[in-house]
């Protein structure tokens, strides 16, 4: 079974911090571009962070630049999303996801949903207090 599966959500204070991990099982993140990605009640999916497979090639919504960091540790097979400096409006489901169009160029990251993002993580619930 090929699952992604995202933990480290929770609540926190505005201000805080939080680390999204999110694990691959039945294959290997290493031959994909990854990416995170969010939702919140009412509102359409929104591309976060992506990370390109040779991990050298990352890109971020402009709600989350300078504040979140991508990285990704292949021995591990999983990939994270450091969450800094958070603000209420960052409260959402946060998904992972795995980008088939990383096989085809080390360099491919797109912080977009859909398109070759074909596996996707169940969520986790990040709520910041204000």
């Known amino acids: 079974q090929l699952v992604l599966v995202e933990s480290g959500g929770g609540l926190v204070q505005s201000g805080g911090s939080l680390r999204l991990s999110c694990e691959a099982s039945?294959?290997?993140?290493?031959?994909?571009?990854l990416g995170w990605f969010r939702q919140a009640p009412g509102k359409e999916r929104e591309g976060v962070s992506c990370?390109?497979?040779?991990?050298?090639?990352?890109d971020y919504g402009d709600s989350v630049k300078g504040r979140f960091i991508i990285s990704r540790d292949n021995a591990k097979n999983t990939f994270y999303l450091q969450m800094n400096s958070l603000k209420p409006e960052d409260t959402a489901v946060y998904y992972c996801?795995?980008?088939?169009?990383?096989?085809?160029?080390?360099?491919?990251?797109?912080?977009?949903?859909?398109?070759?993002?074909?596996?996707w993580g169940q969520g986790t619930q990040v709520t910041i207090s204000s």
């Open positions: 996801a795995a980008d088939w169009r990383g096989r085809l160029s080390g360099s491919h990251c797109a912080v977009v949903p859909g398109g070759g993002y074909e596996y």
């Open positions: 039945g294959f290997t993140l290493g031959y994909y571009a």
């Open positions: 990370i390109s497979r040779d991990g050298n090639i990352t």
